[in-house]
T-cell receptor
Framework: DSGVTQTPKHLITATGQRVTLRCSPR?????VYWYQQSLDQGLQFLIQ???????AKGNILERFSAQQFPDLHSELNLSSLELGDSALYFC?????????????FGPGTRLLVL | GNSVTQMEGPVTLSEEAFLTINCTYT??????LFWYVQYPGEGLQLLLK?????DKGSNKGFEATYRKETTSFHLEKGSVQVSDSAVYFC???????????????FGQGTILTVHP
C-alpha cells in the first residue's frame, strides 16, 4: 500500500458525460501528479499540482481539468467524454526534492466510456 | 525530446531463470531513473531507483545500474519466481528546466511471465 488513495476504483459512463476522479496524497506530500494509461498511448503525464498551484502540464486535453484543494487532495475532471477517454487514470504524490524526488502511485481509477 | 525505450515483450521465463529487461533513455539533462512494477489489476509500485551515474538501485532481488555512458538502466534478477509475473516500466525524471520538472517519462512496459 503506497498510502495514495483514489476513488472510485471503477467508473462506467456514457459519451458526452462528465466525471470527477479523486486522489488523496500520502500524508505530508505536497505534490500530486495525474497520469493516463491506455493501450495505444501507454503511460502519459497529464498535470502536476504543488501545494494547491498548478506546476506543470503535459498532454492534457482542454476537456480535462484538475485542481488541488487546501487539504491537498486533488480532483481530475473529465468532461464531454469520448470513447477514446477510456483508460486507467493514476495519481501519484511525491516525497523528496529535485534529484531525490520519488513518486508513489495510487491504485488507479478505471474509466470506461460507452 | 526525452524518451525511454524498453525491450519488446512479452518475456517468458521458467522459475529460477535469470532475468534481464533492457532500458535505454534519451534525455536533455541528467535524469533520475526508476523501475516501476504493475501486478495484474493493480497500480504502479516503485521497484527501485538511481539518481546519479554508477548508482545501483536494488530491491527484492532486482538490481539496475545507472550507466550514463551507455544511457542505460537495465533491470536484472538472478532467479525469478512465479510471483514476479507483472509488467515492468522503466522511467526517467528530469531534475531541472521548465515544465518538464518532476514528471515521469515512461517506457512502453515489458510483460514478464514466469512459469513454474
Amino acid at each position: 500500500d503506497s498510502g495514495v488513495t483514489q476513488t472510485p476504483k471503477h467508473l462506467i459512463t456514457a459519451t458526452g458525460q462528465r466525471v470527477t476522479l479523486r486522489c488523496s496524497p500520502r500524508s505530508g506530500d505536497l505534490s500530486v501528479y495525474w497520469y493516463q494509461q491506455s493501450l495505444d498511448q501507454g503511460l502519459q503525464f497529464l498535470i502536476q499540482y504543488y501545494n494547491g498551484e498548478e506546476r506543470a502540464k503535459g498532454n492534457i486535453l482542454e476537456r480535462f481539468s484538475a485542481q488541488q484543494f487546501p487539504d491537498l487532495h486533488s480532483e481530475l475532471n473529465l468532461s464531454s467524454l469520448e470513447l477514446g477517454d477510456s483508460a486507467l487514470y493514476f495519481c501519484a504524490s511525491s516525497v523528496g526534492g529535485a534529484r531525490q524526488e520519488t513518486q508513489y502511485f495510487g491504485p488507479g481509477t478505471r474509466l470506461l466510456v460507452l | 525530446g526525452n524518451s525511454v525505450t524498453q525491450m519488446e515483450g512479452p518475456v517468458t521465463l521458467s522459475e529460477e531463470a535469470f532475468l534481464t529487461i533492457n532500458c535505454t533513455y534519451t534525455a536533455t539533462g541528467y535524469p533520475s531513473l526508476f523501475w516501476y512494477v504493475q501486478y495484474p489489476g493493480e497500480g504502479l509500485q516503485l521497484l527501485l531507483k538511481a539518481t546519479k551515474a554508477d548508482d545501483k538501485g536494488s530491491n527484492k532481488g532486482f538490481e539496475a545500474t545507472y550507466r550514463k555512458e551507455t544511457t542505460s538502466f537495465h533491470l536484472e534478477k538472478g532467479s525469478v519466481q512465479v510471483s514476479d509475473s507483472a509488467v515492468y516500466f522503466c522511467a526517467l525524471k528530469l531534475n531541472a528546466g521548465g515544465t518538464s520538472y518532476g514528471k515521469l517519462t515512461f517506457g512502453q512496459g515489458t510483460i514478464l511471465t514466469v512459469h513454474p
